[in-house]
């Protein structure tokens, strides 16, 4: 950690922490790459909500955090990990983007509805986590092509202009390749509700 950044938590003990919580969720290979430590870091100090530490990363604490990075690299792991380590009132929940286009081939736009404004049932949004974005195809639901994620995201900023519920997302998908994918407005928005954390795009396959 950079020597500057003054904080009152111990990031190496909270490194070994998350370390064993990795080997106890998927085994002994488990292991954070001192390489990964700034992406580590930064995430330890977003979801513990180090006011002085993300001040200094330029990490918005009312914004949902965007992690990019190439495939393989953990991405998915680490914030499967990171649900343990956030205070209760900011839990989350992980949702892979290709189950939730399955979930729409099945039951149709309620799913948009059920992923955004929360479920009919219930009051509230949740926070989530979008886990793979770009990985979901485009589906039909009786015939009709839907964009299920872009439909998703933007109304999930909904969601987060007026209740100030965040979104969180994993992707290897560049920022011209999520233009390209979901079009100019939702990555306009998105940039508006996430902090960028992005991997290396060198960083190597940690299957």
């Known amino acids: 950690m950079n020597e500057n950044i003054k904080t009152h938590y111990n990031y190496q003990e909270i490194i070994m922490w998350i370390e064993q919580k990795g080997i106890e969720l998927y085994g002994t290979h488990f292991k954070i790459l001192e390489t990964d430590y700034p992406i580590i870091y930064k995430?330890?100090?977003?979801?513990l909500k180090d006011e002085v530490t993300c001040f200094q990363y330029n990490i918005n604490l009312n914004k949902g955090i965007l992690l990019s990075g190439p495939i393989g690299c953990g991405k998915t792991s680490i914030m499967n990990i990171m649900k343990y380590l956030t205070p209760t009132e900011h839990k989350f929940f992980v949702k892979p983007c290709r189950d939730i286009s399955f979930e729409?081939?099945?039951d149709g736009y309620q799913i948009i509805h059920k992923?955004?404004?929360?479920?009919?049932y219930e009051y509230e949004p949740k926070t989530i986590c979008f886990d793979d974005l770009g990985t979901e195809s485009n589906l039909k639901y009786y015939g009709n092509e839907c964009n299920v994620m872009a439909e998703i995201l933007l109304s999930r900023y909904d969601v987060y202009i007026a209740k100030r519920i965040q979104t969180h997302i994993t992707t290897n998908l560049s920022a011209s390749e999520i233009e390209t994918q979901y079009g100019n407005r939702v990555r306009s928005r998105m940039r508006q509700m996430l902090n960028?954390?992005?991997y290396d795009k060198t960083t190597s396959d940690k299957r």
């Open 43 to 47: 995430l330890i100090a977003y979801f």
């Open 196 to 198: 960028l954390i992005a």
């Open 104 to 106: 729409f081939i099945q």
């Open 115 to 120: 992923y955004s404004k929360g479920k009919l």
